[in-house]
């Protein structure tokens, strides 16, 4: 069965500071990496997608892959307060499966 | 602005009531989903269909089901709603997921009373 590990939180990270987020996936045939962030009592919105080895910045976020051991990550950088919310690993697994399995996600906590 | 409408927002009603949550999407997608979510807790897959005419149970045994007569709708039923079935019901739809994942849609919160 394909497994997405998250660590659930809370993570607490003082404003201002780089969080960091890490997800480990089971299926080493997993072609695409997802990672939503949702706010209590909202639906999950993706913020960064990625698919090839090494690091993807979009603003004060980058997501980080490493294929060979099967982890995946989200930087983000000069943390404020609206980020506090749930982070959700999604992964896309290969040989033609299709759907995506998502983590339990990590509650990241903001400190002012 | 959201391609990907979820009707009602919130819902309360009483034990035994029938109800239906609504999800269109405007995007053409062929996939879509219906997850249900507790409050802090983890997504769980209870219904997804890859097209027209075409639906499957998820993960999660759910006494729920649904149709899927039109591409753009998918709604979920619930024949006779209990307390158990408080939760909250979130719709996703997807074309290239490689490339692009899931669209959510805003939810429904429902509570059984």
């Known amino acids: 069965q394909k497994e997405v590990e998250q660590n659930s939180g809370p993570l607490s990270v003082p404003e201002g500071a780089i969080a960091s987020l890490n997800c480990t996936y089971s299926?080493?045939?997993?072609?695409?990496f997802f990672w939503y962030r949702q706010y209590s009592g909202k639906s999950p919105e993706l913020i960064m997608f990625i698919y090839s080895n090494g690091d993807k910045e979009d603003g004060r976020f980058t997501a980080q892959l490493n294929k060979a051991s099967q982890y995946v990550s989200l930087l983000i950088r000069d943390s404020q307060p609206s980020d506090s919310a749930t982070y959700l690993c999604a992964v896309k697994a290969g040989g033609g499966a299709d759907g995506l399995t998502f983590g339990k996600g990590t509650h990241l906590i903001i400190q002012p | 602005e959201a391609d990907i409408y979820q009707t009602p927002r919130y819902l309360v009603i009483g034990t035994g009531k029938k109800i239906t949550l609504e999800c269109s999407q405007t995007m053409g997608h062929d996939k879509m989903y219906w997850y249900q979510q507790d409050p802090g807790m983890e997504l769980h897959l209870i219904h997804y269909s890859y097209g027209v005419n075409s639906t499957e149970k998820g993960d999660l045994s759910s006494e729920s089901t649904v149709s899927r007569i039109r591409t753009e709708h998918f709604p979920l039923t619930l024949e006779s709603a209990r307390p158990s079935h408080t939760s909250q019901y979130l719709c996703?739809?997807?074309?290239?997921?490689?490339?692009?994942?899931?669209?959510f849609g805003s939810g429904t919160r429902l509570t059984v009373v």
């Open positions: 996703a739809s997807s074309d290239q997921i490689s490339v692009y994942g899931y669209t």
């Open positions: 299926d080493r045939g997993s072609q695409s």
